[in-house]
């Protein structure tokens, strides 16, 4: 291979810069300058730098890109169409409904790894990226370009410490320093030396340079190609417009489309201007075959959960157990966890694969963020952390679930029932936050079969899953042979009379089975329902319940909004008929015993029998 | 004043550690070490550093000290109890569900300025606490305490970056670096050089001492206080567990209370030998009275809207709008925005009271946390970003209501009708992560007239208050006299024989309009429902339209979950027997045009015309 000639790669800067204003321009919105501050890095990565094949974007021993700032979007279908992968005339789709080259990348197309445009996540993503690379021994290298208005995310910290920590020298991060952000300067603007501090101070190798010195943004990518023992940032001093007189540099010119006809006729004339004659065309490197394949998964060997009934069990740790035991028939599985690897019981897995656990420390984001790119790479991340610390990291859950990465969440220590520690440690929206994300199971077990059951099911179902699990031990409820699926339940109580449906779902079922009993004695029966998948729900056993019934009682240790009660309420909104009775927290919790708390709060076996005796006695409302 | 003995403090602090020990054995749960290892530096701020009145501790005048490391509640609780507002009896009742010495701080005391136990976030409220002493002219100081483990998450970094930016050197930050977390040894331990090297990094005056060496304690505190231009961070090298052999500086006491009996009273024993005699009492430094009252609002003096019906002006323009107006008459109104002020229209409150305006550049959890340390001392805080990016700060804002804080969070850009921009840009869960915040008011105007009243309305109302603004214009529906409440809603169609109620709020009002002006050639009446505050939601108006009708039509530009549909359904559920039909975002959308994602994602007139016809021709399932 022969390096590209520095006027080469300056062409083809050019000719991104060009494509950007033309495909935002034609858009009629986009953020052409953005591009154009960015061209020269992408068009020395794209043809000089990466070793990847432009024709199969998926090839596992590419170099990867992740462009962080993904609102320059353009520059990044630019440098795609200009590898060849596809016609350059299809960048003048960009943001149509019928077009996979949306706003900002989303992996519809195949070269994006995780959808980007919430600033600070792809270089969390990055970090996931680069340590697959380690966990199949692959010589890929993963780079990742941010703006500088975007390292004022915190999770851009996140990513500094754990690259350093994790001494990922295949990793190397560009910032496009061109200072202006959306709304006025970036913090630092063109002081380069306060950005270069921070990240020399987090221990990465930091370069500055000149982000349009052709030769010398070469020059630092070779430089971070061989450094050791420690990521590499590469500050790249640029003017946002750069290439057009009237733009660069200037304030006013973010997110905006030039317009049609003389604005966008006139800057990309100046920039044809600028081709310099007689250069050859550059040749992309191919990708070194190297690192291994996983291992396909063998769930036929996995045993059976070793539990009897009314053993008593915490759900917490039986998916410690279960993580353990799937680890060693899938190899695809990893499991990160943000410094409470004792209390989810992830320290399990951990002891056992040591290679394969990812200790983040108290930093949820970039936890999420390594998730979707140790997912994007074929792992199958299972990332763990107090369930309530996950609204930590909902902005990268959200955008996961954009990405449609096979990353699975846990959250333990879910609701009231954690008791003494106090409403800062329930988790009581997590519920809501994760069925707000299209196509994501949310499973809520109840004891330790359906759990290990349950944990191997979502190894291999392909999509994102988020399991709630709880602290305090319950009884084990089924037996080891049961069969449970994303989209089930149970129906752990009936009888050809039942009066009234009372659906739980982890801690509740057992008060619901508690409030059966009592109502029985009064002459009450009641169908009580593990409903264990809040996401899909179960709705056929839910409506024909509910058909059976009289009246149907949710209760749920989450908020009243987005939990169990709305799921089921959904299933059965077509029926009519039915009423339906929340019990769920509906106040600011406070400290105290767990059953204090489940009685002052309104879900105790006590509250559901009240509101199943009211339910049952009133008629019926219109 | 005189400054009290070294060995005074020393003995406080020893008590300190006793009655953390007493308070957390007699719960039987709780963090012991966590307090033991930050005692010195307790003792050295309250008896020696702060200024306050212990009889008053919210006296606008005291010092104020935040406990961002939440988990040494007991050593806070001990402080208080030393300083003499309650009896050191209260303490043993900790955790307990009749006592406020919570297993985290909550402003349920009254000297805990904003609830902390989700880490990473005490010293962003800290940033705001002392911003506000600022804006109101004060001397106090403001204190905030952090552990090492902690320093991991991103809001860290990020309030650094905002505390050096706005220069707050009435602001001094401790870190109690005790070098074990919870599940193992931090990740830096004792490595102080490391820390200090980020904080220094981060334009922070840092000063590494020995957190257990009283002198040290106060010449460093001493130093802060002197300090101009920049804040501090004193970098308190301890030991967990300090003062008891058995547990000082050991691995596996994190969050674990000493036995009774032998064990606590062993440890308690030993500490008691520490005790210096002949000790004087030190006496705690009154506040210096400093700092104006603000100006009670007026809102007499605010204009009307000046809108006519029919105008096309955006929400999101006309609550920048609204904004600068109350900006007018209510002196405790804040902004802050994060680099979007120009598309969310803060800018309009910016230009108007620079002074009372922060810019948070692309760092949105501490712009909610400093909001909740605004608030907590009597601001009024409008903190905006895109809809879509409160999701970055959504532990803040599950943490600020918990806190009970006054604040009021604005997200702009919501749901599919931004278009272009693509899914990363589009919030479809913040009704869902909004609606999980108990006694958080939910507004979602459709038009200029009641986006302006609500925005005077938020600011009156005493609690949390999120509004949803819209991108796209949209047509005045109201004259300007109209009046809107918090809880209401608008019947903007109705007629005698109405056959469906559509229930819509933003954009898809007007979709539910054309629907209605379609159907009504079709001889089919339909009312319509502008659900403005979807929580708490016009239950009365919803249930009289259902009674009225055969059949609610929800439409909202929202994933189904956690939003307008479940919110209008648990209005009605009681009631049984009216089938709802929700219209919403059921999968992730992509960019293109805002009339065509309507359409594609089933929330247009056209959807809703289509599930009037189904649900009034066909009979009413069970």
């Known amino acids: 291979m022969t390096t590209p000639s520095i006027d080469a790669l300056r062409n083809i800067a050019t000719q991104l810069r060009i494509d950007s204003i033309k495909s935002t321009t034609e858009a009629g919105s986009g953020h052409p300058t953005s591009c154009m501050s960015a061209a020269d890095v992408v068009a020395a990565l794209f043809f000089s730098e990466m070793r990847y094949d432009p024709r199969d974007p998926k090839n596992p021993d590419n170099d990867r890109f992740v462009l962080s700032k993904g609102h ?69 290298r993963t780079y990742v370009m941010l703006g500088d208005g975007e390292s004022a995310e915190g999770s851009v910290w996140e990513a500094a410490d754990m690259g350093a920590y994790q001494k990922l020298d295949n990793l190397c991060a560009i910032v496009d320093v061109n200072a202006l952000g959306q709304s006025g300067p970036t913090q630092f603007a063109h002081n380069m030396d306060e950005l270069s501090r921070r990240w020399s101070a987090f221990d990465w190798n930091s370069l500055v340079i000149d982000g349009h010195d052709m030769a010398a943004i070469l020059d630092a990518l070779k430089t971070a190609r061989e450094t050791k023992g420690r990521p590499t940032v590469i500050l790249a001093r640029t003017l946002k417009g750069k290439g057009v007189a009237s733009i660069e540099g200037k304030e006013g010119w973010h997110g905006k489309a030039l317009k049609k006809g003389e604005e966008a006729d006139g800057a990309i004339a100046e920039l044809q201007k600028q081709m310099i004659p007689g250069t050859s065309t550059p040749s992309i490197q191919k990708p070194e075959k190297s690192g291994r394949a996983r291992k396909a998964p063998d769930y036929a060997k996995l045993a059976a959960p070793a539990y009897k009934k009314g053993d008593m069990v915490a759900t917490r740790e039986a998916w410690g157990t279960a993580l353990a035991a799937i680890g060693a028939v899938d190899e695809r599985i990893v499991a990160l966890d943000a410094d409470v690897k004792n209390s989810t019981f992830s320290e399990r897995f951990g002891k056992a694969f040591a ?86 199971a949310v499973l809520y077990p109840c004891e330790a079969v359906s759990t290990e059951r349950l944990v191997a099911l979502m190894a291999q179902h392909t999509g994102m899953v988020y399991m709630r699990t709880s602290r305090p031990k319950t009884p084990v409820l089924y037996e080891a042979s049961e069969t449970f699926r994303i989209g089930g339940s149970k129906v752990v109580r009936q009888s050809g009379k039942d009066a009234v449906t009372i659906v739980g779902a982890g801690v509740t079922v057992f008060e619901a089975l508690k409030a059966a009993d009592q109502l029985q004695k009064d002459g009450i029966a009641a169908r009580v329902i593990d409903a264990y998948s809040v996401q899909p729900i179960d709705a056929e056993t839910l409506r024909n319940a509910a058909k059976a019934t009289r009246a149907v009682i949710t209760v749920e240790d989450h908020y009243a909004s987005g939990g169990l009660g709305d799921a089921v309420a959904e299933a059965l909104s077509s029926l009519g008929g039915v009423p339906i009775v929340r019990l769920a927290v509906r106040e600011i919790p406070r400290s105290g015993q767990p059953e204090e708390l489940l009685e002052r709060y ?7 029998v009240e509101a199943v005796k009211q339910a049952t006695t009133k008629p019926a409302a219109v």
């Open 72 to 140: 320059a979007a353009p520059v990044l279908y630019a440098a795609w169409a200009e590898a060849g992968l596809f016609g350059r005339d299809e960048l003048l789709k960009l943001r149509r409904i019928d077009s996979d080259l949306e706003g900002h990348p989303t992996p519809r197309l195949p070269f994006v790894d995780v959808a980007t445009g919430s600033l600070g996540q792809g270089i969390c993503a990055a970090i996931g990226i680069a340590a697959n690379a380690r966990l199949v021994g692959s010589s890929y």
């Open 355 to 440: 290679g394969r656990f990812f200790e983040n420390f108290i930093a949820e984001q970039v936890m999420v963020g390594t998730s979707m790119g140790l997912a994007a790479r074929g792992a199958v991340p299972f990332a763990s952390t107090f369930a309530c610390f996950l609204s930590r990291a909902y902005d990268f859950i959200r955008m996961a679930g954009i990405s449609m990465v096979n990353i699975k969440l846990t959250g333990s220590h879910a609701g009231i029932s954690i008791g003494e520690d106090g409403p800062s440690q329930m988790a009581l929206e997590d519920l809501a936050m994760l069925r707000a994300v299209p196509d994501c």
């Open 602 to 608: 309104g879900i105790s076996a006590r509250h559901i």
